[in-house]
């Protein structure tokens, strides 16, 4: 049974953040806002855990397209090949931003996206998301929560999502009501910045 949990952006429960990064370290799955929609993520360096949220979205973890939710840009180097001054750019003029920005992946990926030659990064504007990424102390795998609805492709309400997920997750963090168009993705591995969708974020870079 997943644990609901109310959290504010103002003012988040620094105690509570801190418990859920130490479930998360040993292999809790957690739903939790972002600016743009709910997702759905767990400790980077927690493979059965990866693996469980690639079960639950019915994909192959190492063909998965999730994303590294981080603090901020001083992650990037862990992950990411070297990246050019334009590049950088962009990253710093964007993030924290409505924004995933897919870049080229370095021989630190964690053992699951070893083949994976590119990562996409988020650095959300949200208190409560960069606050479990701090607490945890490294980036969390994410992914959103997509729902069945053809109108609304994203479930906004938390009591909702704690409802259609209840059994199969350990926490949901109601961050208040979610927003329902997801991040925009910039490919950033080409020579000029490639649209691959368009989300929140704007599209001028």
């Known amino acids: 049974m997943a644990e609901l949990i109310k959290l504010y952006e103002e003012k988040t429960d620094q105690k509570q953040l801190k418990r859920i990064a130490k479930a998360m370290r040993e292999g809790a799955l957690v739903i939790y806002p972002t600016d743009t929609v709910y997702g759905l993520g767990c400790d980077i360096t927690n493979k059965a855990a990866i693996e ?9 973890s190492e063909k998965a397209n999730f994303s590294f939710i981080c603090e901020d840009l001083s992650n990037l180097s862990e992950y990411t090949s070297q990246i050019d001054s334009g590049t950088f750019k ?12 897919v870049l080229p992946g370095n021989n630190n990926l964690p053992g699951i996206f070893k083949k994976k030659k590119t990562v996409g990064i988020r650095v959300p504007d949200n208190n409560i998301a960069i606050g479990l990424v701090r607490a945890l102390g490294n980036p969390i795998i994410s992914t959103s929560i997509k729902d ?44 000029e910045p490639t649209l691959i969708r368009e989300g929140k974020g704007s599209t001028e870079l």
């Open 90 to 101: 962009i990253l710093k003029r964007n993030l924290p931003g409505p924004y995933t920005f």
């Open 52 to 60: 469980k949220i690639a079960q639950l979205k019915g994909v192959k």
């Open 148 to 191: 069945e609805d053809e109108v609304l492709e994203y479930t906004t309400d938390p009591s909702l999502i704690h409802e259609k997920w209840d059994k199969l997750v350990d926490f949901v963090i109601d961050g208040g009501a979610g927003g329902n168009v997801g991040s925009t993705v910039i490919d950033l591995t080409t020579s």
